[in-house]
């Protein structure tokens, strides 16, 4: 583990793979378009608690596999960003529901190690077009909901993209004092 806390403040982490299709701006944010690439992910899904806790909870769950927790005991490294599924209620508050991922890195996506916690799930997922804005700071639910209504606004009504969730996604690990990146991705319809 500590290797892996190491690693992500010293080393480099795999970055999910991506390309821009496009850019927006208004006075408010700055967005892009990407097209996101498929794969196989770790998944924990957390109910019942409030964002930050259940996120904190799934994220610490995913980093013990990744480090090693696996029925390989291989520590595979960290890949970025943790991405966690929120799930708006009616008033633009988060549901007591997060379904967190973590790409598996490069190496082990023709064959993942199998998670020794049986909370954790391998899925493979497609591609996906998203659109996309990024943040500093430590992010807690306010900022990602905040930042969710922003790119709201400056997609207007032209784009078409899932109402029912969106992903809250933090590249940094806890301990990055500075320069810290979070984003709040839409998925394209």
Same mark, same amino acid.
């Given at each position: ?7 992500? +403040?010293?080393?480099? !982490? ?7 299709? @496009?850019? &927006?701006? =208004?006075?408010? #944010? ?31 769950? +995913?980093?013990?596999? !990744? ?7 291989? @520590?595979? &490294?960290? =890949?970025?960003? #943790? ?107």
């Amino acid at each position: 583990m500590l290797g892996l806390i190491r690693n992500s +403040l010293f080393g480099t !982490v795999e970055t999910w793979p991506w390309r821009v299709l @496009g850019t &927006g701006q =208004t006075e408010e #944010v700055t967005y892009e378009e990407r097209a996101c690439e498929g794969g196989k992910f770790a998944v924990v899904e957390v109910t019942g608690k409030q964002f930050d806790e259940a996120s904190k909870e799934a994220v610490l769950k +995913l980093l013990k596999y !990744v480090g090693g927790t696996n029925d390989k005991g291989v @520590g595979m &490294g960290m =890949t970025a960003p #943790v991405s966690i599924t929120a799930f708006p209620a009616e008033d633009g508050s988060l549901q007591q529901k997060v379904k967190v991922l973590l790409r598996i890195p490069s190496q082990y996506q023709a064959n993942p190690p199998h998670p020794s916690d049986e909370s954790i799930t391998i899925e493979e997922r497609e591609e996906m077009t998203i659109y996309s804005t990024q943040f500093g700071g430590y992010a807690k639910e306010a900022d990602y909901v905040n930042f969710a209504a922003k790119l709201k606004s400056a997609l207007g009504s032209e784009a078409t993209y899932c109402k029912a969730f969106y992903f809250c996604n933090g590249y940094d690990p806890p301990m990055k004092p500075y320069g810290r990146r979070n984003e709040v991705w839409f998925l394209k319809e």
